[in-house]
């Protein structure tokens, strides 16, 4: 059965869609920032002014035809003199009534306008740099500024859009008002800027005490972030009562500086409201004198108490301005923040015809630790942590680390683009996002479809809906796979092992809920491993893939993903026999510092390369080189082995 949907436009104006392409860099700095937001949402704003000016005239002008209308009667009584003045104040509240109905509708427009680009700039600078602003910001205020922040800054601009119509309004009624009595008139105009400077008055204290504010609820939000993300590990040690107090700490905080903040607001809302009824009482007083005097009608002094009245409203909403200025800014320096994180990566380093083997040995020149090319290579250390950590360097995740090199060529002094196209490093914890597994496999190789209508979208998500399947996306969804993308999704899940998550999902265009809650850990590990498989890369490094595989899996898995993987280089970071057992060789760790360190030279600060410049000291060495067989018979290598075995449970 269809289903009814609202009438839509065939196109929406610009600021109103939802745009596809990706957001423009934004302003590193508060200011800048809220500079660019605004020079976007000039169209939106434009848009919003006109309607809010003529609202608020609307308003502004019934004073005038309700005094015309009154000194018209007492002139004449009521005779057809009152029809002129009955239509105008009639049109004009028709006029009120129609701007009114689309002044938040543009003004939420203008909103939309500024919180879009802010919004997808933030969380595009995630996704570039994800790991470099999670280092130098909590998750938890990430989120927040992401979540929060933009809105505070979109509602800025909707207040804009009021308070410039608000100032129309208000310069036009100065200018009646002068033209009526000139001495009334002066009284508005000077009055209005010492109430103004009064509410101003409050920006500062308010501003940081809601800067203060902010802080202990980003600080808040990490708690709770890490406590979900760790929430098993936390019931395993018996740690909720160590988190309930660190969480009960943290929001008697955030409750303490709600409270300073609220006292201020309570201040700046008197304000608010006492000043512009003080402002009232003055023009009133001022104009019953003058009417006394004859100076004004009895009309105009009714139109002088309406205009009065009416400045209430305007006033609030510069008040307004100024509290949601002052979020607006709060929030301008958190997403600026984010937008000044620097990548932990880039090309500057690259060397003009320097090109990757990818056949090539791969070296890690800190440690010296040398991964043979077309191998399967196993790296095992006490400290499993330092031999992820050198897993991490092989693939350039970070240019700080140390350097290495794949066939005697620097890492950096290639594109990172062609890096990351040679080598691909799966860490050890299995992440995944909410999509189609084919997706998930294949990523960015398999396009998105072009934009569907809103109709169409809310039609299909609908139907979706009512099966219990997850809604496709406003984007379109993705294009149908071709054979050979099926097929190669197919073999990586077969290498994985994963042909019950393929079952259980329904097929490639399954659909994986957010973080893949919809399979079981050990599937999330194997589908992981599969996107990595599927990649095809000449350099494949993995930490620890099989983790939380039992035996018989983990052997399949073992003795498929050595199969598919040979002639080409393989890294492999874990202590499972298994594993270890099919691999070409295998390579001992030590920490440095560790005992049977030769002569201390592990110690030294750094060394130096044979371009002159430092290569920062290892925390790993090689301790011991071959086959898991002859490295059985070391002790240490036992040892490392036989406690990852029991920790395993194999």
């Known amino acids: 059965m269809p289903i009814p949907v609202t009438r839509a436009p065939r196109r929406w104006p610009a600021f109103l869609s939802v745009q596809t392409t990706p957001p423009p860099d934004l302003p590193t700095t508060a200011g800048g920032l809220l500079r660019a937001l605004t020079r976007m949402s000039v169209p939106a704003i434009a848009c919003g002014v006109v309607v809010s000016a003529v609202a608020y005239l609307a308003q502004a002008l019934i004073p005038l035809a309700l005094g015309d209308l009154l000194d018209a009667g007492l002139e004449a009584g009521l005779t057809a003199r009152l029809l002129p003045g009955l239509l105008a104040l009639a049109g004009l509240g028709l006029l009120g009534s129609l701007a009114a109905g689309l002044e938040d509708a543009t003004g939420m427009g203008a909103w939309a306008s500024a919180w879009k680009p802010a919004m997808r700039g933030a969380a595009h600078r995630l996704g570039l740099r994800s790991r470099a602003v999670t280092r130098q910001i909590a998750s938890g205020d ?3 500024t992401i979540d929060a922040d933009t809105d505070n800054i979109g509602a800025l601009m909707y207040f804009v859009v009021n308070v410039i119509g608000a100032l129309i309004s208000v ?4 200018v009646l008002m002068l033209r009526a009595s000139t001495a009334l008139g002066l009284l508005v105009l000077i009055g209005l800027p010492i109430v103004l400077a009064l509410v101003g008055a409050f920006v500062r204290p308010l501003n940081r005490r809601l800067s203060a504010q902010r802080e202990e609820q980003g600080r808040l939000s990490t708690i709770t972030t890490d406590a979900v993300a760790g929430l098993r590990v936390l019931r395993g040690i018996g740690g909720e009562d160590v988190y309930s107090a660190r969480y009960t700490e943290a929001s008697h905080r955030v409750r303490d500086a709600g409270i300073r903040v609220a006292s201020t607001q309570a201040l700046l809302a008197t304000v608010k409201a006492g000043a512009p009824m003080v402002f009232t009482a003055v023009v009133v007083g001022a104009g019953a004198r003058a009417a006394l005097a004859g100076a004004i009608t009895p009309g105009q002094l009714v139109t002088f108490y309406g205009y009065t009245t009416f400045l209430v409203g305007p006033l609030g909403v510069m008040a307004e301005l100024i509290q949601f200025s002052t979020r607006a800014w709060v929030g301008a320096r958190k997403v600026a923040r984010i937008e000044a994180v620097a990548p932990l990566t880039d090309d500057t380093g690259v060397v003009p015809g320097a090109r990757l083997d990818p056949a090539g040995d791969l070296v890690d020149l800190s440690s010296g630790v040398v991964l043979r090319g077309g191998r399967m290579t196993a790296l095992v250390c006490a400290d499993p942590a330092r031999a992820a950590a050198l897993a991490q360097r092989l ?4 240019d700080a680390d140390g350097p290495v090199t794949l066939g005697g060529t620097a890492l950096r002094a290639v594109p990172l683009e062609e890096v990351r196209r040679t080598i691909v490093v799966s860490g050890a914890h299995a992440e995944a996002f909410a999509g189609t597994l084919a997706e998930e496999l294949l990523g ?16 299909s998500g609908a139907v979706a809906g009512a099966h219990g399947d997850a809604g496709p996306a406003a984007g379109g969804g993705s294009a149908p796979l071709t054979a050979a993308q099926r097929e190669r999704a197919e073999h990586a899940l077969a290498v994985a092992a994963a042909g019950d998550a393929l079952d259980s999902l329904g097929g490639l265009d399954g659909q994986l809920t957010e973080k893949a809650r919809n399979v079981s850990g050990g599937q999330r590990q194997r589908l992981a491993l599969a996107r990595a498989v599927a990649r095809r890369a000449p350099v494949l490094v993995l930490v620890e893939p099989t983790s939380a595989l039992d035996s018989h899996t983990e052997d399949l898995v073992a003795r ?3 199969e598919d993987r040979r002639g080409l280089t393989t890294v492999v970071v874990t202590a499972s026999p298994l594993l270890l057992g099919r691999c070409d060789e295998v390579v001992l760790l030590a920490p440095v510092g560790a005992d049977a360190e030769p002569d201390g030279e592990a110690d030294a600060a750094g060394a130096a390369a044979s371009n002159g410049t430092t290569i920062p000291a290892a925390d790993v060495r090689e301790l011991a080189r071959g086959t898991n067989h002859e490295l059985s018979a070391l002790e240490s290598y036992r040892a490392v082995v036989e406690r990852g075995l029991e920790a395993g449970g194999k």
């Open 142 to 144: 990430v989120v927040a």
């Open 171 to 174: 310069v036009a009624v100065g």
């Open 395 to 398: 693939g350039r995740a970070d």
């Open 444 to 459: 960015d190789e398999i396009p998105l479809s072009g934009p569907r209508q809103t109709a169409e979208v809310i039609r």
């Open 560 to 562: 498929r993903l050595r």
